[in-house]
């Protein structure tokens, strides 16, 4: 007794903190509701109406009529309605108002039944909630039907119950523990895909570190020589005054190199770059598009025939499209200087309507020079689809070549992009380990099937022998000795219907009577032809029929 105690311990409710909990769970519930939930409800209730009010095609209702029809529907209604509230007071207080009266309402209780399994999570409070259902179910029935007594009739009294409760019951709860268990893997499966997407997130952040340092040990020490030699360079009194110009662009390029370098490696080191600073890789200065004037006057200073055209309004841009835009005029020119050197170039930057257009050409080179291995080119591609714009590279009819690419003005998602962690997967589909969900609901469901329809089953298959003709019931007359009519009367098994008395006229007074089930039946009188033989001082004193409800 202490052990059921302790389990059933866990389950008892805080009393202090129970009615608030109660309050915010159906508050939270409240609202959830749905059009669908509200028709359902009523496509619930109308049914419910139909079958067990009126006009009551199952329980004979059709005969009720006036307020008295309007306050059972009134009553039902309430009833069916409260489950949403108390499902187990719900489903004992149907139990009690359908098996104790003969007004019906088998469609109630099965729907209350399915509800209070599938809303009542413990299985302690549910074993608690089926024991009272079916103690409250035996005294309703002893109550309503007590011509069905015996052996027959309590096995008629737990099919009932069987059928009617505790079936649709454990349908219910095995529903409950499905949905249950489907929702726990799909949650688990989503903590494991934010799982990886951790772990991969912190693997490219080592990889990005470990490039940074790279870059900084070798490309930056680098850059700081040819920096200091350029300085040295330009130090020297035997240069001309073109070849100090040339040596102080190159510095300045070296100097700028470093800065963007510095921007880079601060950008590969960061777990998440500000808005603010995502174009700003060169440290000091922004890399925008309005930067591209100055990208030009630069080039033009280092001796390349460069002309800038713009066109259209200036429109805001995010800081990812005019860094991408600011980038694609750099790789052109750089491209240009080093392919066609001595071209002329063009650099276009217009305004359409709906799109940022930035072109870079460039006429045929003097001479032919071999091609690189492309590498600026796959990494602005990519960075213009970072950015949701699209690039064309190639040649041109006339010899020359072009870089263009159409921006958008706002910040769009590059397809295939990763989505952040703050973003929520796509719903886990249904894995096969699901299927095993509430197996010992239905489980208990197929056994109570099973044995309903064997306890059916081998009620049927016993032989009946102890029934009255009507060639035996006319042949018997009052005033024949006891002994002469009970050797007549037929012996063996009784038909498994209960009590067959009880519907029967007083008996006379003193006198002993024997029941026996006439051999014709009319089963659409909904009872059973009972025939009666009293004897007193040992003479038959009378005989008669009675009906039996069934």
Known sequence: ?????????????????????????????????TPWRVAREVLAIVVLLGLDVFPGWISGNWRLSGWTLIGLGVGYVAIFLGRLLFPALALLAATWVVFSAEHGGIAMVVMLSYSAGYRITPWQRSLLTAVLALALHMFAWGVSAPGLSGPFGQWVMLTVYCMVVALPFLVGRYVAQRNALVAALQEREERVVRERRMVSRQVRLRERNRIAQDMHDSLGHRLSLISVHAGALAMDSGLGERQREAVQVLRSAALTAMEELRGVIGVLRRDEEPEEDRAAVGGADNRTVDAIDELVDGARRAGVRV????????????????????????????????????????????????????????????????????????????????????????????????????????????????????????????????????????????????????????????????????????????????????????????????????????????????????????????????????????????????????
């Open 307 to 550: 002309s800038l055209v713009r066109g259209g309004q200036s429109v805001p841009l995010p800081a990812k499209v005019s860094h991408a835009a600011y980038r694609i005029a750099q790789e052109g020119l750089t491209n240009a200087n080093k392919h066609a050197p001595g071209a002329s170039v063009q650099v276009t930057v217009k305004y359409e309507p709906d799109a940022l257009v930035v072109e870079v050409r460039n006429n045929p080179p003097r001479a032919k020079l071999p091609g690189g291995a492309g590498f600026g080119l796959i990494g602005l591609g990519e960075r213009v689809r970072l950015a949701g714009g699209m690039l064309h590279v190639g040649e041109l009819p006339t010899g020359g070549f072009r870089i263009a690419a159409v921006l958008p003005y706002e910040d769009t998602a590059a397809p295939g992009d990763e989505p952040s962690d703050d973003e929520q997967p796509e719903p886990a589909k249904p894995t096969g380990i699901r299927k095993w969900a509430g197996v010992g609901s239905i489980v208990l469901a197929g056994i109570v099937v099973l044995v309903v329809v064997g306890g059916y089953t081998w009620i049927g298959s016993q032989p009946v022998t102890k029934v009255v003709s009507d060639e035996l019931y006319d042949s018997v007359s009052v005033g024949q000795s006891e002994a002469e009519v009970m050797a007549r009367l037929p012996g063996g098994a009784e038909p498994p219907l209960g009590d067959i008395n009880s519907d029967a006229a007083p008996e006379p007074d003193g006198a002993r009577c024997e029941y026996r089930v006439a051999d014709v039946q009319t089963y659409s009188s909904r009872a059973a032809k009972i025939v009666r033989f009293c004897f007193a001082d040992g003479t038959l004193v009378e005989k008669n029929t009675h009906l039996q409800g069934m």
């Open 1 to 33: 007794m202490t052990s059921v105690v302790q389990r059933l311990r866990p389950v008892l409710p805080d009393l202090r903190e129970a009615p608030a909990a109660f309050l915010r769970a159906h508050a939270e519930r409240l609202g959830q509701v």
